[in-house]
């Protein structure tokens, strides 16, 4: 599973918060070791302090502090160029199982997420990426899980994900929004039913109208810990089109948002 993720970091106030905020997940996500990432911009001018060598000295100080926190291996590296290329490519390398990165954009709206860093990584990489929102209220490792599925290939990918964390009597809920373009109800509803046939601690809910919205709505009603859903992109062509209910889903949840592609293996 998610054992070896990378943690894209940019020294931002966001950040700072954030990490009082790992434990739980990595706790949740079974993480066992944590590479951090940053990568320095080489398209603006550098100050001293946005220099390699004090990136690497931060990122050392506090890979310490983390890994004693969270009880896992964590190491760090230092890039320069295109953030999403320079954490898609540490990945690559790495041979890692997920990515971690932190969506700042709830203050400044749908502006900032598009062509941000999240959002540009969301498509390139065909690996899980977890979004945490800078704002988002501490998770519950215990906590409840929410599947986000439409029946689609990506969905079943993220419900392979789901079912593998849905463990030691965890409480799962898996939602269906129906849309008017739906045309696939008797399938979805036939996979809902053989999950929670099999798993007697899930249940299954239906939502109708903007499936953003009812995604968004019943994680934060429910005060979920994660949500689960599929990203499309199987093909260069796809992947610059991660899904428009992935997306906004992604940007707008104040919950921790597990972002599966398709042909996700466990």
Known sequence: MLNHCILGFDYSDSWDRTCERLPPIVQLLGVKRLTLVHVVDTTRRINVEDSEAAA??????????LSTELGIAVDHEVRRGFAATELHEVARRHEADGLIMLNQSHSAGRALFYGNT????????????????????AIEPAGTLLLATD??????????????????????????????????????????????????????????GSAVREIVRTAEDE??????????????????????????????????????PAGTGL
Do not use: C
């Open 56 to 65: 690497d000295s931060h990122l050392a100080k506090l890979a310490g502090t």
């Open 118 to 137: 999240t959002l540009n990584l969301a498509r390139l990489t065909r690996l899980p990426l977890l979004v945490l929102p800078a704002d988002g209220p």
């Open 151 to 208: 029946g689609s290939d990506p969905a079943q990918a993220a419900q392979r994900m789901f079912e593998h964390y849905l463990v030691d009597g965890r409480h799962g809920l898996v939602l269906w929004v129906e849309t008017e373009e739906a045309d696939n109800s008797a399938l979805v509803q036939s996979q809902i039913a053989d999950l929670t046939a099999r798993h007697e601690q899930a249940v299954a809910r239906l939502g109708k």
């Open 223 to 260: 005060q979920v810990a994660l949500v689960i859903l599929g990203k499309r992109g199987t093909t260069p062509i796809q992947d610059l089109m991660i899904g428009s209910t992935a997306e906004g889903v992604a940007r707008e949840s104040r919950r921790p948002v597990l972002l599966v």
